[in-house]
């Protein structure tokens, strides 16, 4: 148990489909993120949440749609992508302040 | 925004030697600086931090020192062991809420 539960591990879905990545933290943090994860690059961050608004949206595509309903719950909302979109997606949270990232085991997504 | 360079990209040491991996950062506002290990297949996991009012810490075989005058940091690993293969990721956050990760470095530790 890692504290931050990612749904689905994997994913496939082509270019027309909608879907939605699920993200969910049992350790009563106040902020939430979503990092995208491609082969030889960083770690890029789409998202953050604090106290479930928005804070930072890191010029990412409107394909991506992100929602906080609370604090424990996180969602990415697909549409319409890319293949280039194809990477691992990890969802993290923390507490507000200079305090560590908590990953999830992440979403592999492959858009044919 | 925070712009994080690490080096090497890849790093192959025998086992019982020491790693050392070096990160510098742009903003020097930042002011929060961890360091993550993440195996094949597994989610990035927390193996150290250092704040930046300390210039050093250290758990068991792994160190981070910080220089905030120079805006550099490093990972120190001793005693090597095979299991310590893994990517390692630096990172540093400034005032605002997220962590801005270097590249990665590849580290092989060869019985």
């Known amino acids: 148990e890692t504290g931050v539960t990612q749904t689905p591990r994997h994913l496939v879905m082509g270019m027309t489909n909608k879907k939605s990545l699920k993200c969910e933290q049992h350790l009563g943090h106040n902020a939430m993120y979503w990092y995208k994860q491609s082969a030889k690059k960083p770690l890029e961050l789409m998202f953050v949440y604090s106290l479930e608004e928005r804070v930072e949206n890191n010029s990412v595509p409107s394909r991506f749609s992100p929602e906080c309903p609370n604090s424990s719950h996180l969602f990415l909302h697909l549409h319409t992508l890319q293949p280039e979109d194809s990477a691992l997606y990890l969802c993290?949270?923390?507490?507000?302040?200079?305090?560590?990232?908590?990953f999830g085991n992440g979403t592999r997504l492959t858009v044919t | 925004g925070e712009n994080v360079e690490q080096h090497p990209s890849t790093l192959s040491v025998q086992e019982g030697d020491s790693a050392v991996i070096k990160c510098t950062y742009s903003?020097?506002?930042?002011?929060?600086f961890p360091w993550y290990k993440q195996e094949l297949g597994k989610r990035p996991q927390l193996i150290i931090d250092i704040r930046s009012n300390v210039g050093e810490k250290k758990d068991q075989r792994i160190a981070v020192t910080l220089n905030k005058t120079a805006k550099h940091f490093s990972l120190h690993i001793t005693e090597t062991q095979p299991e310590d293969s893994a990517v390692y990721f630096c990172?540093?956050?400034?005032?605002?809420?997220?962590?801005?990760f270097g590249k990665g470095t590849s580290l092989l530790v060869t019985p």
């Open positions: 903003d020097s506002a930042s002011n929060y």
């Open positions: 990172a540093a956050r400034d005032s605002g809420y997220a962590l801005n």
């Open positions: 993290a949270s923390s507490q507000q302040g200079n305090s560590p990232l908590h």
